[in-house]
């Protein structure tokens, strides 16, 4: 079957071609020479986030590029999937923490940018962002993340691509500054403050 320009298939990086473009540019000297900063200083990682296809929020789309990244990692040793698929799993498995990192951080920030659905059956991308912190927060008991400067040159780039402002001075980025929605309580746990989750975490792995 044909794949259109711009279109989305489950485990597959997307391919796009439009002309909802936004320019990252990379400084040279944001890191050591011959060692860039952070995964998402790759050029074809780069290529994938200067694009929106067609229909996509431009907002949200970093996020979607982030988890396709995630669902690499996470399949680079299942052989029941193609080689070239592993390989790119394989590749950026060494960066999963800072891709995770950088993702929150940016989801955290976009949150409040996110178109929604006029569909009131429909959940918008606000929804989606809130959902995985919860998700995230009582599943790890993970209440915040904390970028080292490399990690904070990549989120410059993609914010400053999206629009988004971003302060310059700032390395922490807190769940709590993104409003979850009381239907959302994924694992029962909603009720629990964070520390009380890694409580209970520690006490199951005893």
């Not at 006029?118 to 912190?133: D, P």
């Not at 302060?167 to 769940?175: P, Q």
């Amino acid at each position: 079957m044909a794949v259109k320009e711009g279109e989305i298939l489950s485990g597959q990086l997307i391919r796009q071609n439009n002309k909802d473009r936004q320019k990252i540019m990379v400084n040279p000297r944001g890191g050591q020479e011959g060692s860039p900063p952070a995964p998402l200083m790759d050029q074809e990682i780069l290529r994938k986030l200067s694009y929106t296809p067609k229909g996509e929020d431009p907002v949200y789309w970093p996020v979607r590029v982030f988890n396709e990244l995630e669902y690499y990692i996470s399949i680079k040793d299942d052989f029941t999937v193609g080689p070239a698929a592993r390989a790119v799993g394989r590749k950026y498995a060494p960066y999963q923490e800072s891709i995770r990192k950088v993702k929150t951080a940016y989801a955290i920030l976009s949150h409040p940018h996110c178109q929604e659905s006029s569909n009131w059956r429909v959940r918008g991308w606000q929804y989606q962002i809130e959902s995985e912190l919860e998700r995230d927060r009582q599943t790890y008991g993970r209440e915040q993340v904390e970028l080292t400067d490399p990690e904070f040159q990549i989120l410059n780039l993609i914010t400053t691509a999206r629009k988004i402002p971003l302060d310059s001075e700032k390395r922490v980025y807190s769940y709590s500054e993104v409003p979850i929605a009381p239907q959302i309580d994924p694992y029962g746990r909603r009720h629990l403050t964070t520390e009380e989750i890694r409580q209970e975490l520690s006490q199951n792995d005893e």
